[in-house]
């Protein structure tokens, strides 16, 4: 099933439920956020988890690109990806989580297809201020699904304050042979849907009051399911990135874990451009800027003429077009050659730098305070001109 048909059968199921789809918005949140991206479906639909009516009504889908710079060091692996997509449910002071399971299990199993012998579910265990989520331990054990109670795992919050509630987290099989174990015990279980129910609100001395409007919201991995259900290793090989694979080996050779970081940032950094944001020191405009010079890293690890200005226009244009951004691809060409001449600059002026004396031996904390703020050397490209 490629990933238009997926989203496709997604939403239709929950519009044949009464859920109405919603515009996803930009990577840029909603005045007010405090983050500098959207990082989940519900970042846009906030102030309508608060109690705001929403003008749709009180269930929802939609489909919502977000970025996470949080797992920057894990992108190589099968599973995480900078820029990818959620698909999203909501229900605002409507149905409860049981109900949202039991739709889940079934879009999973009849309508994408999945072997329900490949599920396990996670659920909250309680923790003494909260008692477990007997609920949805029933449906999934009603559901014949395997179910393995946690606390930390499976407590959802959005950040020190705020909503938060017990969720439950579905999981499927990669492995070869029949699956064993559980989630928390065997990283083959891969978790692809998670199903919170905000219960609760946490205030600023970390005490809960419960919640007059009991929401649900659900997030499921674009890319990662996408994936999955092709029977591919990793999300860099589901059909979202087939034109990748396809044109990026042949301008350099990379090893797998270069080439997945390569790809993931250079597309991530098209999307942040398509949707507004310039490179910058500071701020939002410092991630596309980092994206780009962790790729010319490893691009010119192993040849110094490497360089972003290479990338073929069709993948600029691909991805512009998956993520329905109308940017004219040269501008994207243009603004990654400017980033790369500033890398440049900086590399030299590094090199002048660390040069001196007193960088010579080992570098303490002050040291790359001093090189960060006085000569604007992240740490990450001190260490690498020091390897170098």
């Not at 997926?6 to 515009?23: A, Q």
């Not at 329900?116 to 003494?128: I, K, Q």
């Not at 400017?338 to 002048?352: A, K, N, P, T, V």
């Amino acid at each position: 099933m490629r990933t238009e048909q997926l989203v496709s059968t997604f939403t239709e199921f929950y519009e044949e439920r009464g859920h109405r789809r919603i515009t996803g918005s930009t990577l840029l949140p909603p005045p007010g956020d405090p983050v500098l991206f959207t990082t989940s479906g519900m970042h846009p639909l906030t102030p309508y988890l608060e109690g705001r009516p929403h003008p749709l009504g009180r269930r929802l889908v939609n489909v919502q690109r977000c970025l996470r710079t949080t797992d920057l060091d894990e992108v190589g692996d099968a599973t995480h990806l900078t820029v990818f997509e959620m698909l999203g449910t909501w229900s605002l002071g409507d149905y409860e989580g049981p109900a949202s399971l039991e739709w889940g299990y079934g879009l999973l199993t009849e309508g994408l297809g999945v072997d329900p012998g490949l599920l396990h579910a996670t659920v909250f265990a309680g923790d003494g201020r909260t008692g477990p989520d007997t609920a949805s331990l029933e449906l999934w054990q009603g559901l014949g699904v395997p179910v393995e109670p946690t606390v930390e795992d499976n407590w959802w919050s959005n950040g020190p304050v705020g909503p938060c509630g017990p969720d439950s987290e579905i999981f499927l099989w990669s492995g070869d042979g029949p699956p064993r174990s559980t989630p928390t015990r065997d990283d083959r279980w891969v978790e692809v849907w998670n199903h919170v129910t905000m219960t609760h609100r946490r205030l600023g001395d970390g005490s809960l009051v419960p919640l007059p409007q009991r929401n649900v919201d659900t997030g499921l991995g674009l890319e990662r399911l996408a994936s999955l259900l092709q029977g591919k290793p990793s999300v860099f090989e589901c059909d979202i990135f087939d034109p990748w694979r396809r044109l990026v080996p042949a301008l350099w050779d990379l090893d797998e874990p270069s080439l997945r970081l390569v790809c993931d940032h250079l597309r991530s950094a098209v999307v942040i451009l398509g949707d507004g944001v310039r490179p910058a020191n500071t701020g939002r405009g410092y991630v596309p800027r980092r994206l780009v010079r962790r790729v010319l890293t490893v691009l010119r690890r192993d040849d110094p003429s490497r360089g972003v200005g290479d990338l073929p226009e069709e993948l600029v244009l691909h991805t512009l077009d998956h993520f329905r951004q109308d940017m004219p691809p040269a501008d994207v060409l243009r603004m990654l050659r400017e980033e790369e001449d500033r890398f440049g600059r900086l590399l030299e002026r590094g090199r002048q730098v660390l040069a001196r004396a007193r960088f010579q031996g080992p570098l303490t904390e002050g040291d790359f305070h001093y090189l960060h703020d006085t000569h604007g050397l992240p740490r990450e490209l001190i260490t690498s001109l020091r390897e170098g």
